[in-house]
């Protein structure tokens, strides 16, 4: 029996993370998760803080997809797509759904992440420069972080500044890299503007389509789609499945020859598991119920435009409604007052958004019944009334 260790404590190596932790909470930035109970019958809490902008997530033909996959394919893909984690139902998918969106071909990853993290690092690297806009996802953020080309950031949306990184640059490729669709503000990119700009310049276009698809362009086929870009011989697209399609993944669409290299090179693809058979299915379901009832797409813009009323916010061109209230706290104060009466709405704070604008954002979801409607608009004007007021929430 060995006695108590006679080495002295010495510093503790993450007493760093304490003051990280006291900080944060000063800044009113502290975050916790908060699991959110099973409601079966969807009527306890409203949500207009998820993503789920077709309102496909529980439905019946949707579900019945992620069991059927679940019950011929088992749980797992069992390994990468490479080796055993390709099926018959992920070659399915992607057909249909670079069909549906317009593009020649398309590769299914485990997340709209991955999907970015390896088209954009497969088609750069050294040698390369990579123009990104500044309100770009951090999933666009990380992947030129790790792509090791040079990149420039411009001022959001501003295309003479694109074109002039083009311009000075001295390497023969270039990509530039946006969001079809902004996450946070729910505006859209001048896509078109864009494109001329690259096509002049010999640059390949990446637009992240993770807010688009499903709510913009002919049918929800995406802002690529509705700017006439799609399919185009210089224009890549990144999706995420876990949106407007209401299951887990994501997709690069594009030429082909784009998604044979990233067979080859896009390491976030070779070297992780394939997308687990339920969630394939789940969204080609959603993809099939979305072809078929394409007045979807145009009732989440109906919706947004409902919410945006009630908040005295600007007409919505997307799903995301942006509420901004300027400091964390009365953001934060509001989204839990919206709780309290029923509500759920999002609360995006820095580092999400620059300081100053922390906001409530809500998202609009296709198919809300007329008084889930009224008890939304109701609940944001009551709350926003006293937040605007400094009233007790």
Known sequence: MTGPDPTPPGPRPLAWL?????????????????PRPADPAGGAVLDLAGNDYLGLSA???????????????????????????STALHAELE????????HDDALVFSSGYTANLGVVTALTGPGALIVSDAAAHASLVDACRLSRARVVVVP?????????????????????????????????????????????????????????????????????????????????????????LGSQGGAVLGPAAVTAHLVDSARSFIFDTGLAPAATGAALAALRVLASEPERAADVLRVAGALAAACDAAVPVSAVVPVVLGEPGP????????????????????????????????TARAGLTGAQLSFATGVLAEVLADARTGAPA
Do not use: I, N, Y
């Open 18 to 34: 304490d003051t990280q932790a006291r900080a944060r909470t000063e800044a009113g930035l502290r975050r916790r998760l908060s």
């Open 156 to 244: 959001h949306a501003d295309v003479d500044a694109v074109d002039a990184a083009l311009a000075a640059r001295t390497e023969t490729r270039a990509l530039v890299v946006t969001d079809s669709v902004g996450s946070a503000d729910g505006d859209l990119a001048p896509l078109a503007a864009l494109h001329r700009v690259c096509r002049a310049r010999g640059a390949v276009l990446l637009a992240d389509e993770a807010h688009g698809l499903g709510v913009r362009g002919p049918g929800g086929r995406g802002l690529l789609a509705e700017t006439g870009l799609a399919g185009a011989d210089d224009v890549v697209a990144t999706v995420t499945l876990s949106k407007a």
């Open 331 to 362: 953001a934060v104060a509001a989204a839990a007052a919206c709780l309290r009466r029923g509500l759920r709405v999002g609360c995006f704070r820095p580092p999400s958004v620059p300081p100053g604008t922390s906001r409530l954002r809500l």
């Open 59 to 85: 439905d019946p033909r949707v579900v019945a997809g992620a069991t059927a996959a679940l019950r011929t394919w088992g749980a797992g893909a069992t390994g990468s797509r490479l080796v055993t984690g």
């Open 95 to 102: 057909a249909e759904l670079a069909a549906f969106c317009g």
